[in-house]
């Protein structure tokens, strides 16, 4: 009975090499979208320079996607990778919104 519950479907070994290549290219993407974000925040680049982080972070939910389906993960698996792309984009901003908050009372 637990062995239904639990039963997954297996992962094609051709499938192996794009699992590894999504899964680094969406850290990789990930990292690029919060050093932009976080580098025009702080004025080390201009504001126009944004939309290059929310293509990163675009990427970054197209290799989680890829790379949740070529490994069959389940229904709860994928609404909770949705949830964490979204936290992934809106966190940045709580940050820096808070950030300015705590400076501007500080003032």
Not at 34 to 40: E, K, L, M, P
Not at 49 to 55: C, D, G, H, R, S
Request: glycine share 6%; with cysteine; net charge negative.
């Amino acid at each position: 009975m637990i062995s239904q519950i639990i039963a997954t479907q297996d992962i094609e070994v051709n499938n192996f090499l794009p699992i590894f290549v999504t899964s680094a290219f969406s850290m990789i993407f990930g990292g690029l979208y919060v050093g932009i974000f976080t580098a025009v925040k702080v004025s080390l680049l201009k504001q126009w320079a944004m939309i290059f982080a929310y293509l990163f972070w675009v990427l970054t939910a197209y290799c989680l996607y890829i790379m949740g389906s070529l490994m069959h993960v389940g229904e709860f698996t994928a609404k909770a990778l949705v949830v964490a792309m979204i936290g992934y984009l809106l966190l940045p901003h709580a940050i820096y919104y808070m950030q300015h908050r705590v400076h501007e009372e500080n003032e």
